[in-house]
Every structure is written in C-alpha cells, then in structure tokens.
C-alpha cells in the first residue's frame, strides 16, 4: 500500500505545477502573502496562512480540527500548526515542509505529545491567485507512556487551496 502511496503521489507530482487560476508576481517584490484551506492527517482539516521572505524560505501557521473527529472516536479536537518551508529552486514549486503540530485535547488543555510532520511538495507562493497545494511524508509523534516517551511514525498527506496575494 505505501509503494501505490509513493507512486501516485510522484504521478500528481510530476504532471501538476500546483497553479489553476494564477499569474507571475515580480521576484523582487517580498514577502509573499497567502491564505489557505487544506486538511492533512497531521494537522487535520484546517485554515491558515503563509509567508515568503525571500527566494528559500517561508512560514506558516495554521488552525484546525482532527480528522479522527470525522471517522471515529478521537482524543484530540484542535490541532495548531507552525511550519517552515524550504523552496529549492531545483525545481519551481518544490519544498520541503517541516511542522510543529500542537493538538489541544477536549478533555485537557494541557499536551504531552510532541508532533513533528516532515514532507515534500508542491507549493507556490510567488504566483497571484488561486493554487492547489499538496505534500506527502512523515508524521513523528512522540507519547508519554508509563514514565518513557514512544516515537511512533504514520504516514502524512496534505492537500489544499491557497489564495496568493
């Protein structure tokens, strides 16, 4: 199941530039502003926003609710979001995204896990308009249990629409 994860990730990837109603902005012209509505299985179903202070690099944050939430019982309700995401230049709208993901738990305000979210995919920030973003990788999360932490790792997801401005 994960090598039909990787492939049709790689497919969309390929033959996909990210942009479906959008135009060039000047490369001079930072930051780069924008707002999105996407869900991942990291950060859940969520809106946020992102900014772009140079050529490599830009941040984000975001709010949402956990996914489980819609598919079964769930211990979390609220998930927040901060990223850093690098732009390689390698290619136009290749990143690299790294996330703290901060879940607030409906029974508990206070969290003992530690989640982290490391991806790669397609975004664009430089274009002016609407843009689809998605990304794939890894979820760390790390758990109290019983006076040790566990490291489990899932699979991540992320897929979304953005407003550039």
């Keep these: 199941m994960n090598n039909s994860f990787i492939k049709i990730f790689l497919i969309i990837f390929i033959f996909n530039s990210g942009d479906i109603f959008s135009q060039q902005l000047p490369d001079t012209k930072f930051p780069y502003f924008s707002i999105y509505s ?3 299985l990291s950060s859940g179903l969520r809106i946020g926003g992102r900014i772009q202070i140079n050529n490599s690099f830009s ?3 975001s709010c949402g609710l956990d996914l489980g939430m819609f598919f079964g019982p769930s211990d979390t309700y609220y998930r927040y979001a901060f990223g850093i ?4 230049g390698i290619m136009p709208n290749l990143i690299f995204n790294l996330s703290y993901i901060y879940p607030v738990y409906s029974y508990n305000l206070i969290n003992y896990d530690i989640i982290f979210s490391l991806n790669i995919g397609s975004l664009t920030l430089q274009k002016k308009g609407i843009c689809l973003f998605y990304q794939a990788g ?3 999360k790390n758990v109290p249990s019983m006076g040790t932490r566990i490291t489990n790792i899932y699979p991540n997801i992320d897929i979304g629409l953005g407003y550039n401005f």
């Design 138 to 140: 890894l979820i760390f």
């Design 85 to 88: 995401n690098w732009h390689t």
């Design 59 to 61: 941040f984000e944050g």
């Design 38 to 40: 996407g869900a991942s």
